[in-house]
């Protein structure tokens, strides 16, 4: 995925898709870890701030 393809519409179904399969499941699915130092708050969501472990 290219920088130009994350548009507010996007990141609005990443967080929809986070609340449906809760933080776990949603993190493992995209093959992310629990970030151990950052979180974003959107709203009343908070999420990790996502960093590819590889």
Known sequence: MALT???ASTVMQ???EFDRRGR???LEAHGFGHSVSVLRELGFTVVDELKDQS
Do not use: K, P, R
Request: proline share 0%.
């Open 5 to 7: 393809d994350i548009t």
């Open 14 to 16: 990443a967080i929809e």
């Open 24 to 26: 776990g499941a949603f």
